[in-house]
């Protein structure tokens, strides 16, 4: 798995989750919004959406990802929050 920022401004960082495989091809990814100091606001399907989140904060959003625990490289991975939040994956 690789974590990213790609894109930090004022209190507001966004981070891009992606699993690869093996290969280096990317299987599924998602966008992290956090707020500093390290409060996540959500995950999200796509950049569009983060954006659209932060342009409407109460808006709560369709794609929204409400449980980005479970993905599958192979095998079932977890996510636990408390690792999303931190950004680090024991």
């Not at 996540?40 to 808006?59: A, H, I, Q, R, Y």
């Amino acid at each position: 798995m690789q974590i990213t920022t790609v894109a930090s401004k004022d209190n507001y960082e966004v981070k891009l989750f992606e699993f690869k495989s093996p290969s280096g091809r990317t299987i599924t990814s998602f966008y992290q919004l956090m707020k500093y100091p390290g409060i996540s606001l959500g995950c999200f399907d796509s950049l569009e959406d983060v954006l659209l989140k932060l342009e409407n904060p109460e808006l709560i959003e369709a794609n929204l990802i409400e449980k980005p625990s479970e993905y599958f490289l192979g095998e079932r991975i977890l996510i636990g929050k408390d690792e999303l939040i931190s950004g680090v994956l024991h």
